[in-house]
């Protein structure tokens, strides 16, 4: 029966779909790859139109059974090359090295909303200015009581500020509380022309500095000793990607404790503008107001700032990465490179 | 005009906060199109500043809110009726 007509005929239609499988599932792949920025959008139509131009006349006349057959091998194939889309070999082929979607702005948002929300509820938020006139004028009227409220968003960046310069818990603490209450006894001297937060903070910093002085106890680099101008090496560490924000290992102290020494380790004034730059999330004018520098020495003294710390966290908060990219989709592959 | 790694470097504080202008910010995005370097920078700064924002790194000491009020109510209670 080996020359049975209907036998060759069948082994010829096996032999013909096995070839028009792989050659839709190539194609398919090739397209995917070749495609750059997310935008996998091949239609069935497309694919249609591409496996007509492979296909005899005869063929043609299947064209229904190709659409349906190629929606098919489409999820297919596209199933597959999801992982491997993430692959860092992509640079090595001289494709594009970047893989948003979504601009680097947005993605920088959305990061931020993100780690927010992982977080309690934040004071960082800039405060409405004409609600805290309206609370100034009633605590000058006799509301005392409301004096808590409208400090309470300041304590953070308060502490935080004296911390950085005063270097020791306790004294942060003493100095936070006497700061406050020299805001409060000179409320009166509050004339709106900046946000009451930024001339807490500038209370709060002539305080620190007030007790370093008497103590005679300022670092050598203190803010008189160091200029703008002083030397250091701000090249970033150059290291492989690390895309993805480790902030679920955040829940281990050890990650924060890692942070915590880096900013300590800064030089006062770079300390100070992470501070209230980067940690408060205080806008440049005012920063510059709360430290009484222009807004140019802030934006030079952040950019060299986050430059010391990408080149001291960089190598070592990358051990923190999650195990796979939930953000960017950059995970273990990525670490070991 | 086509910068270099340095020039982007320079740049990106200013980049991230978008400080930069339209055309340096068009030049740094078409370098960061071929340049893994430079794009793992800018990625590892910016993770650094979203983790300083987080409220869990830095944390006011246990009971500090606490005791800065009872200061403060002191303070209140010693102005007077």
Not at chain 1, 57 to 80: E, H, T, V, W
């Amino acid at each position: 029966m080996a020359g049975s007509p209907s036998r060759i005929g069948l082994l010829c239609l096996a032999a013909w779909l096995a070839t028009f499988w792989c050659r839709v599932t190539a194609f398919l792949k090739e397209l995917l790859i070749g495609r750059t920025e997310g935008k996998l959008l091949p239609t069935v139509a497309a694919c249609n139109l591409h496996i007509s131009g492979h296909m005899t006349p005869c063929q043609g006349l299947y064209s229904p059974m190709y659409i349906f057959f190629a929606r098919i091998l489409f999820d297919r194939a596209k199933n597959d090359i999801e992982p491997d889309h993430e692959s860092p070999c992509r640079e090595l082929e001289g494709r594009s090295c970047r893989r948003d979607i979504v601009s680097p702005e947005q993605r920088f948002a959305n990061l931020r909303a993100q780690t927010r929300s992982l977080t309690p509820i934040s004071m960082k938020n800039a405060p409405n200015p004409e609600i805290e006139a309206e609370c100034i004028r009633r605590i000058l009227a006799g509301e005392r009581q409301l004096f808590h409220e409208l400090i309470r968003p300041c304590e953070r960046p308060i502490f935080f500020l004296l911390m950085s310069i005063l270097r020791n818990e306790a004294d942060a603490e003493d100095a936070s509380q006497d700061a406050i209450v020299k805001i409060y006894r000179n409320l009166h001297l509050f004339r709106g022309d900046s946000q009451f937060r930024t001339w807490a903070l500038s209370i709060a910093r002539n305080e620190g500095l007030g007790r370093l002085r008497k103590a005679a106890t300022r670092r050598e680099d203190s803010l008189d000793a160091l200029s703008e101008d002083q030397g250091g090496d701000f090249t970033p560490a150059i290291l492989t990607s690390w895309r993805e924000v480790p902030t679920e290992a955040l829940e281990r102290q050890e990650l924060a404790a890692v942070l915590r020494q880096a900013i300590d380790g800064l030089p006062e004034i770079y300390r100070n503008v992470v501070l209230l730059r980067d940690i408060e999330e205080m806008d440049v004018r005012e920063t510059a107001a709360a430290l009484g520098i222009t807004e140019g020495a802030v934006k030079v003294r952040l950019h060299r700032a986050r430059a010391l710390l990408q080149r001291t966290l960089a190598p070592r908060l990358k051990g923190f990465a999650p195990q796979r990219g939930k953000l960017f989709g950059w995970g273990k592959k990525d670490e070991s490179r | 005009m086509r910068i270099d790694c340095k020039h982007v470097w320079e740049h990106i504080s200013a980049y991230i906060d978008g400080e930069v202008d339209a055309e340096l910010r068009a030049e740094i995005d078409n370098h960061l199109e071929t340049c893994e370097i430079c794009s793992a920078v800018l990625d590892s700064t910016r993770n650094v500043v979203v983790l300083c924002a987080d409220d869990r790194v830095f944390e006011l000491p246990a009971g500090f809110s606490e005791r800065l009020h009872e200061r403060v109510e002191a303070e209140i209670a010693a102005d007077g009726p």
